[in-house]
């Protein structure tokens, strides 16, 4: 059974358009997050919902918009997509201050 | 600003060989450091550390934490081909849920 989940895996689209990734876990956590991985392997942390409730809002374009429709979900809206938006975009999920369980990435790629 | 530094960024060893990747931390209220290995697609949690000096062990992998001297070393013994992975150190400044990620570790292990 997939512990997080990430849907789509892989995400090719032109400059300017809106795209969403989602995100769902089944191991009962109450917190869930969104990091950017970049070209050089860093991650970062986006968002941050716990019990639905926002937490973590790093400096992020507000072109990104998280949305927790309950706990097990964390979807990822995208508006006017850029080139720099290029990356893998990661759900993760845990108990706060537990280790955090990744998903298995989104590709996204703007051309 | 919490900042991880891991060392070396890369890293190439023969099967059977020893090797020891470094952590070292600045975090604002530093509650526990942790190790993560990511092959293809996600980072997959290794060990969490919060307290100094105990070591945790995990096959042919371990792990110990300094808090005084802030960083922390994992170790792999008997390297194998699967070893090849980048190593993640992330640590948690108190209890928001928010990891912060060092740059990492790229193992290549050669037959």
């Known amino acids: 059974d997939t512990a997080v989940s990430q849907t789509p895996k892989y995400l090719v689209t032109q400059m300017g358009n809106d795209k969403s990734i989602k995100c769902e876990q089944n191991?009962?956590?109450?917190?869930m997050y969104w990091y950017k991985q970049d070209s050089k392997k860093f991650l970062k942390i986006m968002f941050s919902y716990n019990n639905k409730e926002l937490i973590i809002n790093e400096t992020v374009p507000n072109r990104f918009s998280p949305k927790s429709p309950d706990k097990a979900h964390l979807n990822l809206h995208i508006n006017s997509l850029e080139l720099g938006d290029s990356a893998v975009y990661f759900c993760?999920?845990?108990?706060?201050?537990?280790?955090?369980?990744f998903g298995d990435g989104t590709r996204l790629s703007i051309l | 600003e919490d900042k991880v530094v891991q060392s070396p960024l890369s890293l190439v060893v023969h099967e059977g060989d020893t090797v020891t990747l470094n952590c070292s931390y600045e975090v604002t209220n530093f509650r526990s450091l942790l190790w993560y290995k990511q092959e293809k697609k996600a980072p997959t949690f290794l060990f969490m550390l919060t307290s100094s000096g105990i070591e945790k062990k995990s096959g042919r992998l371990s792990s110990i934490l300094d808090k005084k001297e802030l960083f922390s070393i994992l170790n792999i013994t008997a390297t194998q081909t699967g070893d090849s992975a980048i190593y993640l150190c992330a640590a948690y400044p108190s209890n928001t849920g928010k990891l912060i990620f060092g740059q990492g570790t790229t193992l290549q292990v050669k037959p």
């Open positions: 993760a999920s845990s108990t706060l201050g537990q280790p955090q369980h």
């Open positions: 191991l009962g956590h109450d917190t």
